[in-house]
């Protein structure tokens, strides 16, 4: 079993920057894909970002392209999405995941989920 906690949301006004970190605990990520997904409200669960186990291929929606990035350390179990640019429709709660045999954007195909952080961005 893996437990994801996710931290680094907040309040930030458009043009700012957020760093989110999910820490995993139970058995190790390192043959794990990782995702992150966010849900604005009224809204269904949208793809953001995506990284192989080895951390060598990285997949983004085209919204956020050239603005997040998404970077893992396996050996400390982290996951990290760095934002910059943010945007007032970037505001949503965002979720960790964890899979070992996904489809990158498909929320569907991962097994394991944190709790979700909230960003809020304001203009």
């Known amino acids: 079993q893996v437990q994801l906690v996710e931290s680094g949301g907040g309040l930030v006004q458009a043009g700012g920057s957020l760093r989110l970190s999910c820490a995993a605990s139970g058995r190790t990520l390192s043959a794990a894909a990782m995702g992150w997904f966010r849900r604005a409200p009224g809204k269904d669960r949208e793809f953001v970002a995506a990284i192989s186990w080895s951390g060598s291929s990285t997949y983004y929606t085209d919204s956020v392209k050239g603005r997040f990035t998404i970077s893992r350390d396996n050996a400390k179990n982290t996951v990290n999405l760095h934002m910059n640019s943010l945007k007032p429709e970037d505001t949503a709660v965002y979720y960790c995941?964890?899979?070992?045999?996904?489809?990158?954007?498909?929320?569907?195909?991962?097994?394991?989920w944190g709790q979700g952080t909230q960003v809020t961005v304001s203009s």
């Open positions: 995941a964890a899979g070992r045999s996904v489809d990158y954007n498909n929320y569907l195909t991962y097994n394991y």
